[in-house]
Structure formats: C-alpha cells, structure tokens
C-alpha cells in the first residue's frame, strides 16, 4: 500500500473511533513542567494526521495503529486526574499533541466536561483540519500552539503534501475570535525546505493576522 493511502486510512480510522467518542492514543506524558503550556502538563498524543511532513518525529505512531490504545474520555480522566492537585497549583492541566489533535474535536469537548474549567486545555495543532473541528473548541480550548511550517503555500505543499489554504483561514479565525493572545505559532527553519528570509516573510504574514507570539525553532535533521 502506498504511504499516501495507508495514512488516509489510519486518518479515516481515527475519524471512525472519535465517532464512537473513543480516540487512539500513542503517549501519555505526565510531569512537563512548562512545556507545551504552562505550569504543569500532562501531553496527550493522538493517533492519526491529514499531513506528511518529511521529518516528522512522530511517523512510526502517528500511522501505526498497533501503536495506538484507545480512550473514552472518561478513561483518560480517570488515568490522569491523579495529578489534579498540580494542575490547579500551577495553572497547568492537558495539552492535546499528535499527530492531529483536532480530528478528535468530539473527544476533546467530552473531556472539558469531565475535568471542568479549573485545568487549561491546550492542543499543539497544524489547524489544517475541517472548519468544524476548529469552530467546535473555540470555547472549549485555552491555549493554542499551531505548527505552521510555512506560510509559503508551495513550501508547505512541498514540505507537507497538503495545501495550507485551510491553515490560513482558520489563523483568521482565531484572530477574529480574540484568540490570537491565546495562540503561539511555531514558525520553524526546515533544512532544504525554506530559508531564514522565507522564515520572516511567514512571520510578516502572520503579523498582519494578528499574532505576535512566536517559536522560532529549527528541526534538527539527522545526517
């Protein structure tokens, strides 16, 4: 099979558990202590991503289905409300990673309900998902952190294999909803991808959007 169609199919599964208000989950890290948001976190990582970025670090679970174990929300509360004490001591709580957390928007929803509005929900997201998905957390997620490769649509076609089109329009709307103090965009340097001045073009752009809360990072590309 094809990479293409193999991690159509594992999107397609991951879709299918979500409809069943159950997620497949590679990692539960608890214990980070502000990173991937504030105070202390526990990462949640999800199986499944509509992208395929070529130095993904997560490939081998992200399309790996014997990898993944499944969650109802109200397991994952179960296992992690252990920690409940830290989360409300230091402004932390969960942060929703991936691959793509937000083909589990229905999940994500559940679990608020369950933990309440005392632990911060955060999601490490490339918001190149369904407008749905995003609209649906608007209210229910604290904290974004977007991935946006880059704002070049052909760097991020040849880098990602997707087009961005919807990552911009879904930017705005975060903007436009006033969460734009809320989001930190990761604008990384890509070896053989983009350059330092592509890097600050993307950095304009997202300025005019309304951003300005930014992680200039650079992958590390094993030789």
Known sequence: MKEDEQRARHVEQSDTLEKGCKAPVFAVSPHRINIDGKGVVTLVCFGGCPLN????????????????????PEQLYERVKKDNLYFLATGGGITFG????????????????????????NVETSLNVPSENVESLLDVVDYWIVDVKDMNPDIYRAYTGAENGRVVRHLQLLSVCGKAEETVVKVPLIKDYNTEADRQESVGRLRNLGFSRFDMLEYKVRE
């Open 98 to 121: 991936g691959g793509e957390p937000l083909l589990q928007a229905e999940f994500i929803q559940q679990f608020r309900t369950l933990c309440g509005k005392e632990w911060k929900l």
């Open 53 to 72: 970025c070529r130095y993904c670090i997560n490939r081998a679970h992200c399309f790996d289905p014997k990898k993944w174990r499944e969650y109802s």
